[in-house]
């Protein structure tokens, strides 16, 4: 079992960048395949990227198609999110997640997921 936890959330203004860190522990993250989605306040949660386990794979939404990046450094057991040209309707509470997978599976529902971080803050100002 694998216990995620994400930082690196915050306050920026709109045109800003942030990176997002989801730090793995208790298995290596070379198992899974790993998700990001976000949550708007009275909004339902919403994929946003997703990165196969060898990282070969990569999937964004479309409204972020662009602008953000996932990648992992297995050899940290991290995966990030690198968001540029930030929007005040990327205002949301960020997720990571994680599945054991094949190899170039790189899943875009949340259902697919079984294992979930706590969340981090991203607020852009417009």
């Known amino acids: 079992q694998v216990s995620l936890v994400e930082s690196g959330g915050g306050l920026v203004q709109a045109g800003g960048s942030l990176r997002l860190s989801c730090a793995a522990s208790?298995?290596?993250?070379?198992?899974?395949?790993m998700g990001w989605f976000r949550q708007a306040p009275g909004k339902e949660r919403e994929f946003v990227a997703a990165?196969?386990?060898?990282?070969?794979?990569?999937e964004y939404s479309d409204s972020v198609k662009g602008r953000f990046t996932v990648f992992r450094v297995n050899a940290k057991n991290t995966v990030y999110l690198q968001m540029n040209s930030l929007k005040p309707e990327d205002t949301a509470v960020y997720f990571c997640?994680?599945?054991?997978?094949?190899?170039?599976?790189?899943?875009?529902?949340?259902?697919?997921?079984?294992?979930w971080g706590q969340g981090t803050q991203v607020t852009v100002s417009s």
């Open positions: 990165n196969s386990r060898d990282g070969s794979s990569r």
């Open positions: 997640a994680g599945v054991t997978s094949r190899y170039s599976y790189t899943p875009r529902g949340e259902s697919e997921y079984d294992y």
């Open positions: 208790g298995r290596t993250l070379s198992y899974y395949a």
